[in-house]
């Protein structure tokens, strides 16, 4: 069965450090994946998407993500959080082989602390 | 483009009462998904929508629930009765064809609901 799992439900981390969120992913068949941001009390924005082009995905606000094949993981990184970026993150996957939803992973609150 | 559109932003309704959430897709979208969304069960797929048509719902909890697309412009989704562990936000996205696979979607504000 196709899934997506995100190690760790809170991620806490000083402004100015390294921010990482793991996502992995289950599939047979080649998967599209995505990155959302939620921010308090706002729907969920796209963050960045994964669609078989280059492995490496720049999104908005400075973050970016990497597929890794080998190791079914999408995790996405920023080199210095800020304080705005507090907020919760969802990694999603769809697949090409028709099955036609997004499966959403169950979400990273990050924090960021002065 | 305004986006999606859901509305009321806020509801608070007592136990018993029918509840009638509302979402206007993007023009051109041809998807439309409604979600829910709890501290306990995280974001969770209520049912979706091509070309108006319920494709799957195997994600409304009860027959409380149902959801209707009388036209490519709207959506409602209604809870008849409510009841308290329906409190949740809910929200309605939408997608272009195979937009889902590329693009991913685009999410309302959502609606929080409130049933005391």
């Known amino acids: 069965a196709q899934s997506v799992t995100q190690l760790g439900s809170h991620v806490s981390v000083s402004e100015g450090a390294l921010v990482l969120l793991r996502c992995n992913y289950s599939?047979?068949?080649?998967?599209?994946l995505f990155w959302y941001v939620q921010y308090p009390n706002q729907g969920l924005q796209l963050l960045l998407k994964?669609?078989?082009?280059?492995?490496l995905v720049k999104g908005i606000n400075g973050f970016e993500a990497e597929f890794k094949k080998s190791e079914t993981s999408f995790h996405l990184t920023k080199p210095s959080a800020h304080m705005s970026d507090a907020a919760e993150y969802f990694c999603a996957v769809s697949f090409s082989g028709g099955y036609n939803k997004l499966i959403f992973g169950a979400g990273t609150r990050l924090a960021v602390h002065p | 483009d305004a986006g999606v559109i859901q509305s009321p932003r806020h509801e608070v309704t007592e136990m018993g009462q029918e509840v009638t959430l509302r979402c206007k897709p993007i023009s051109g979208h041809d998807y439309l998904f409604w979600y829910r969304q709890t501290m306990m069960r995280g974001l969770e797929l209520l049912i979706y929508f091509n070309n108006n048509v319920p494709i799957d719902d195997s994600g409304m909890p009860e027959d409380r629930f149902s959801a209707k697309m009388p036209n490519a412009s709207f959506s409602t989704l209604k809870i008849q009765p409510s009841e308290p562990r329906d409190s949740a936000v809910y929200f309605c996205?939408?997608?272009?064809?195979?937009?889902?696979?590329?693009?991913?979607?685009?999410f309302g504000s959502g609606t929080r609901l409130t049933v005391v």
């Open positions: 996205a939408s997608s272009t064809k195979g937009g889902f696979r590329g693009n991913g979607y685009t």
């Open positions: 599939s047979s068949v080649p998967p599209y």
């Open positions: 994964y669609t078989s082009a280059a492995t």
